[in-house]
């Protein structure tokens, strides 16, 4: 079945030391979002890639950054954790983004399993 | 601004009795709203993608409809297997196809 993976499911780090958390997917989708879920709190955008363009969200942290090596990947890096990092982390992809003809079933967003970070 | 409000905030039903959850939004231009299935601990599941008012779409037990201001998520004879947050997404379809989420309302079905 075509699916959105995510690796690690849990991820266990140290406050200042540098996590990667990784998304593949087997959709051949064109865009791959990341996003933040804090508990009880609804998910929120860090950036996109619509194939090689990166798109950050005005308000996401110089903390957090991303890679997509090939159409397949994507990771999430972040460079210094702070305790307030600790969240669940969600990769989505769709076919198309807002840049294509984004309407129908092709701006429909799938979701991955998610990586539930933890900061000590 | 474009903004999502979903309420109740929690719901709480007896296995068989229907009810309706709801979304209200304010965006400028839809091109989109999203319906999702999260169990805790998971990622958001896809149930159903609206476009235009009037549209409807059914799954099973579930049952979305639309409007110009809000949307609805009937349930019909829920079992306790359908407990799970329900999210609530709009797009404008602008330059990220960013997903505009309410905070989601919490189902709970007793047996």
Known sequence: DAMVIQNPRYQVTQFGKPVTLSCSQTLNHNVMYWYQQKSSQAPKLLFHYYDKDFNNEADTPDNFQSRRPNTSFCFLDIRSPGLGDAAMYLCATSREGGRGTGTGARNTQYFGPGTRLTVL | ?111
């Open chain 2, 1 to 111: 601004e474009d903004q999502v409000t979903q309420s109740p905030e929690a719901l709480r039903l007896q296995e068989g009795e229907s009810s309706s959850l709801n979304c209200s939004y304010t965006v400028s231009g839809l091109r989109g709203l999203f319906w999702y299935r999260q169990d805790p601990g998971k990622g958001p599941e896809f149930l159903f993608t609206l476009y235009s008012a009037g549209e409807e779409k059914e799954k099973e037990r579930l049952k979305a409809t639309l409007t110009k201001k809000e949307s609805f998520l009937h349930i019909t004879a829920p079992k306790p297997e359908d407990s799970a947050t329900y999210l609530c997404a709009v797009t404008d379809g602008g330059a990220t196809n960013k997903l505009i989420f309410g905070t989601g309302t919490l189902l709970a079905v007793q047996p």
